[in-house]
Every structure is written in C-alpha cells, then in structure tokens.
C-alpha cells in the first residue's frame, strides 16, 4: 500500500502498519483489486488527509464515516470532492450552513485542501470503499486505525475542535479528553436528517474557541 503521510505522522503511527490487522486489511484491499473491484479513492489519495495536516498542525477535526462511492468523488478528505466534480448532498448543507452561520458567500468550489492546509483534519473513519456499495470496507479494519489516530490527536495535541455529526461520530466522543479539548456535536448534515444540522453555527463557534486560545481562525470560505 502507498503510504504517503507527513513526517509527524509516520512518527505516530508507524507501529500501526506491522500490526496484524493493519496487515489484513491491506491484505484484503489487495484481493479486491485482483477480483476487479474498483476501490476509491485512488490508492495515492487514500491517506491525503495526513498529508495536508501534519499532527503538530491539527485544530479542528471533521469526521466523516467513509469515502464518496460514485467515480470521481472521493479524494481523501472527509465530505470534500474535486473542484468541478457536483457536491454531494451533505456538503451542500455544510455550505448552506457555513453561508448562514458565517454571512458570507461561497464560491462554488467542492475541494475542501484549503481547509485542511490550515489544520482541519478531514478525517473519515473508514478510509476506502468498493464503487458504488456505501460502508463496504467498514468491517476491514479502517476503524481501529483511525480511532487511534483519534487517540493520537487526543494525547499530542491540546485545544483541537472535534466537529462530530450525526450518531456514528459521535460514538467516538469517548477517545477525546474534554478537559483537554472541545468537542461540538450535531446531526449529520445529510438531507436524511431533515435539516436538523442546520442551525448548529459549528463553523462561528469552532472560530471563537479558536481564538479564546489565542489561535488563528480557520477561513472556511472557498
């Protein structure tokens, strides 16, 4: 597997790629391919997240549950697609909030990078996923290397805004020290929940934490 990470976070997490689970699910990404299933994202965008936000940079975290599964979407970053590529669903609503919460305008782009090059881990929980079969690599063993890069966070950082929406992200408030950190919970911003994530001014909120610490708001206009 091509592993492409920032320095820090080989360092955290290297000890994670000889474990025997770890080994597996490589194992099992490999026989997929040889079946002829098509994975996405792309093999060299499968840790893009770790390469944008190094360790000793992470402020926010994004959580998202799996990679986009229809051809061209997925990039590595939790909810983010190409620019170009038509936003999904969920990441519509994230815009639609961010415009409300923020009064500002976005400007039609889908690819979140200059978020994440200024500390915001968009960090799924599942890593890949077989084309077009949503949560199909959720059983490989994806989730027990992101909860350690959780765990990770938790212990070398302090002050990082976890953005946790919808139940499955936050079933992992658990890994994070709230003493330590902050932790802002909502719906999913998927239409599923009916516009319940609307209204959770996360993107103003996480700004003003930011700045209690003295730390340099995110620009979350694209």
Known sequence: ???RME?????ALGEEFDKPYFRSLVGRL???KREGQTIYPPGGLIFRAFELTP???VRVVILGQDPYHGPGQAMGLSFSVPDGVAPPPSLKNIFREIESDLGIRMSGRTNLEPWARQGVLLLNAVLTVRASQAASHSSFGWTEFTDTVIRCINEHCTGVVFLLWGNFARSKRPLIDTSKHYVLEAAHPSPLARGAFFGCRHFSQTNSILASQ???PIDWQL
Do not use: Y
């Not at 320095?7 to 360092?11: D, P």
């Open 1 to 3: 597997m091509d592993v």
């Open 214 to 216: 003295g730390r340099k």
């Open 7 to 11: 320095e820090s976070w080989k360092a």
């Open 55 to 57: 360790l000793d940079e």
């Open 30 to 32: 490999h026989q997929e």
